[in-house]
């Protein structure tokens, strides 16, 4: 008779060997159960390790038969990604991706979270394998990566996206900028591998029901990008498939992640935990296995795996479902404005009733926002600008637009026009808008003093999947973010140079530009 496990849906089971009849329950030895009085402290190690633990519980290599089919397929991609050339589409979208989440680092440098992040790394010291952008600071790729992470969502500039609940950008770009530095990649080589690391995040929380993990409590922003971060991290360290294996295990044994980030009022703790703790530790398990550490080869299968661990109802079929043919980059949202998402649809409606009918602030007697009931609980009259609804919807109509400045002038909440303006602009929660696809939704209805009422319904937000940025749309939103920290000419080249990321012969040539 041969004893098996039951493995989640998708996970093939192990075998666990064979017998005539089952073996009676092996104890469970503790050094305290023998008397070692008698032993000095360097024979009582010894002893324990010869005698204490039975050889069921040594570590031993696991057979290939006994690799699950998903593992085995998704390690192999990740050791392959950086000789499997991408189709062009996701090539220049994976520009979009890169240059965006680098301005947001930029920009993050100068906010109170990447200050803190920054003032930290700078205490740390390590090898000068990295760069710490908007800095002078060259550190371990390990520190490199925590730092840029923090930097890269120090505000609500990144990208998004959606099925999986999770920031990709900010803890993926990061830490594959980081090793790119550290093993002198080429531009080619970063770009397969952010490409990657959007694959293997967005599908990990998906796998886990993403909407169901975050209502237990987890946080769904850090656990895809880490594994995101990781399979990044790796590919650009040259792991090989078994090494894969072990990086996603020391991978699942720092998942973490709970969703009090949502009470976190300074955005610090918020910083870290979408993109500073999963860029690091992606690294961190890239690292350690490249010099030598070996694990489980499979936590996705088997006794005590991850999906046992975290999830409820989980799919680990996801993880390698559409690999090489749906690349999850091409599904991932990137914002127009620099604000929370909630905000994006209401002000893209507001944008086109403005250029539409020319509509100006004074004119305006009353406005009427919906949105998604979640999304209105988190932007109602926020004490920061970037997330407060009703105060960016007065800045967009009193200015005919919103650009960075704009969205972080804290001076502006106090200014009586935009306080008067403010007054009039109501938000509603709408539970249709709830469950309507694609998610995001806005709706905002005007109501003007000559007795006009005007009304758009914003369906796909600017920047998502299905309404995408243009490439110049990107590069006017980067070079917003940008200049204003390292001057209009080294924005300039910044966006240019990423742009032509492929001519780039080492990764380590951006960091004049990427410096203080």
Same mark, same amino acid.
């Given at each position: ?6 493995a ?5 089971s192990?075998? =666990? ?10 104890p469970?030895w503790?050094?305290?159960d ?11 190690l ?44 996701v090539?220049e ?12 680092m930029v920009s993050?440098? #100068? ?7 920054i ?16 800095? %002078?600071?060259?550190?371990?790729a ?16 990144? @990208? ?31 770009l ?13 929380t998906?796998?886990? @029901? ?5 209502? @237990? ?13 990781? &399979? ?49 530790n ?13 694990g ?7 006794? #005590?795996n991850?999906?046992v ?13 559409g690999?090489?043919?749906t ?7 990137i ?10 649809a ?34 109602d %009259? ?11 919807? &007065? ?7 919103v650009?960075?400045a704009?969205?972080h002038d804290?001076?502006?909440m106090?200014d009586?026009?935009? =306080? ?10 709408d ?5 309507a ?6 709706i905002v209805?005007i109501?003007?003093?000559?007795g #006009?009422?005007l #009304?758009?319904?914003?369906k796909a ?6 309404n995408p940025m ?23 080249k ?7 990321l ?5 990764v ?5 530009? =990427?410096g &203080?």
């Amino acid at each position: 008779m041969r004893a098996r496990f039951t493995a989640p849906a998708g996970i093939r089971s192990e075998s =666990l060997g064979s017998s005539a009849k089952p073996k009676p329950p092996q104890p469970h030895w503790r050094l305290d159960d023998v008397k070692l009085s008698t032993k000095s402290p360097s024979q009582a190690l010894l002893y324990s390790r010869a005698n204490l633990f039975p050889k069921r519980f040594l570590m031993t290599r696991q057979p290939a038969s006994q690799i699950s089919p998903v593992m085995s397929r998704l390690s192999a991609y990740i050791a392959a990604a950086l000789r499997r050339p991408l189709p062009a589409a996701v090539i220049e979208k994976t520009r979009h991706h890169i240059l965006d989440t680098i301005a947001a680092m930029v920009s993050g440098s #100068r906010l109170a979270p990447g200050i803190k992040a920054i003032a930290y790394v700078k205490t740390l010291g390590g090898a000068k394998e990295a760069c710490v952008i908007g800095s %002078n600071i060259f550190t371990t790729a390990v520190n490199a990566a925590l730092a840029n992470g923090m930097l890269a969502h120090a505000d609500e500039t990144d @990208d998004s996206h959606a099925p999986s609940l999770t920031h990709p950008g900010c803890g993926i770009v990061p830490a594959a900028l980081a090793m790119a530095e550290r093993e002198r990649r080429d531009g080619a080589a970063l770009l397969r591998a952010v490409a990657l690391g959007y694959d293997v995040g967005c599908r990990l929380t998906q796998s886990l @029901d993403a909407y169901q993990f975050r209502e @237990d409590g987890h946080s769904t922003h850090s656990f895809g990008p880490m594994f995101g971060a990781a &399979a990044a991290a790796g590919a650009l360290a040259g792991l090989r498939q078994r090494q894969v294996r072990h990086l996603l295990s020391f991978t699942a044994q720092q998942a973490s992640g709970i969703s009090c980030w949502m009470r976190d009022g300074e955005h610090v703790e918020k910083a870290f935990d979408f993109g500073g703790m999963p860029a690091r530790n992606g690294v961190a398990a890239a690292t350690m296995v490249a010099n030598g550490f070996t694990g489980v080869d499979d936590v996705f299968a088997g006794e #005590r795996n991850f999906f046992v661990a975290y999830g409820r109802k989980p799919d680990p079929a996801v993880l390698v479902r559409g690999l090489g043919v749906t690349y999850e980059i091409m599904n991932t949202n990137i914002k127009r404005w620099s604000v929370g998402s909630p905000i994006q649809a209401p002000l893209d409606s507001l944008y086109h009733l403005i250029r539409e009918h020319g509509i100006k602030a004074q004119e305006v007697e009353k406005v009427v926002v919906r949105v998604a009931r979640q999304g209105a609980n988190t932007v109602d %009259n926020r004490d920061m600008p970037d997330i407060c609804l009703q105060h960016m919807c &007065a800045i967009m109509l009193i200015d005919g637009n919103v650009t960075f400045a704009s969205s972080h002038d804290v001076r502006r909440m106090r200014d009586r026009r935009v =306080l008067a303006l403010r007054s009039r602009i109501e938000l509603r929660a709408d539970d249709a808008l709830s469950a309507a696809m694609p998610s995001r939704q806005g709706i905002v209805e005007i109501s003007l003093r000559d007795g #006009r009422e005007l #009304r758009h319904h914003t369906k796909a937000v600017r920047g998502t999947a299905e309404n995408p940025m243009t490439r110049a749309e990107v590069d006017e939103k980067s070079y917003d973010l940008m200049a204003p920290v390292i001057g209009r000419a080294r924005a300039r080249k910044l966006c240019d140079a990423v742009w032509q990321l492929e001519k780039v012969r080492d990764v380590r040539g951006l960091r004049p530009l =990427l410096g &203080a």
